[in-house]
């Protein structure tokens, strides 16, 4: 287990907390991993509610740049951790909450998207400036953010780019609760304890039924990590990349 993740269980709840705060918690392949490892276990470890966190002033700045400019090079493909974590959020049985502080971005806002509960700050920032990179939006998102909050509203974050407010984000679906940026984690601990007080088996068919089969889930990951594919290694991305790693500041 890499420590850029860090995996804790506090009695049922077990929180995954991102950790590498130098870099704003953007992901690397082994923290996807680190992160599916977490989730695909957590059925066999007793768990009854899995906690994603970041850290105090950020909760993930989404995909590494570095590494999608390196998969570029390398033809392309989403790696395969990422496809491991996406599938994961997708297929997991129990509850997911999230806390979110800081900025939420890409992958970071669309993890939320499979979440049952989510609490953020105040001043937390919610974007996917996925085209503007010259990528499509994953996880996804491209199904699951216009049935949240209509195709509109959607298309404004997803293609647009335009970033929301916690406020914004709870309007448009994806969150529960904004509190002050630190009481984020006791409310967001708050509601992991209560949903794992609940019968197990009640929540898991509930949620079964309110989910339906991840199958169209995990299909729309697949169509969009073939788009994500062939954008990666277009002009338009690679200048994405190099501008973002170069820029001046
Ligand atoms: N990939 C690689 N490195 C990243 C990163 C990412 N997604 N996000 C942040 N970093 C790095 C920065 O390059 C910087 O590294 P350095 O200190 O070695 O120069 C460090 O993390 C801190 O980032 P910085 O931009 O100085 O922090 P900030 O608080 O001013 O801004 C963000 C935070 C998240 C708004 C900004 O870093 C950002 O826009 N990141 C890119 C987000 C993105 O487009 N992700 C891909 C989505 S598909």
Known sequence: MSDLVLVTDEGTVRIVRMNRP???????????????????????????C????????????GNDIGDFLAAAGAGGALGQPILRF??????????????????AIGVGTTMLMHCDHVVAANDARFATPFVSL??????????????LMGPARAFSLLVMGHPLT???????????????PDAVEAEAMKAAAEIAALPPQAVAASRRLMRGAPDEIVARIDAEAVEFKARLQSAEAQAAFMAFMTRKR
Do not use: W
């Open 22 to 48: 130098e870099k704003k918690n953007a992901l690397t392949m082994a923290m996807y991993d680190a992160m599916a490892d977490a989730i695909e276990t957590a059925g066999n470890s007793g768990v009854r």
């Open 50 to 61: 899995l906690l994603i966190a970041g850290q105090p002033a950020a909760f993930c700045a």
């Open 86 to 103: 996406l599938y994961a959020l997708a297929r997991c049985e129990i509850p997911l909450v999230a806390a979110v502080c800081g900025n």
């Open 134 to 147: 010259g990528l499509v939006p994953e996880a996804a998102s491209s199904l699951i953010a216009p049935r």
């Open 166 to 180: 916690a406020h914004e984000a709870k309007a448009a679906g994806i969150l529960n609760t904004v509190v002050a």
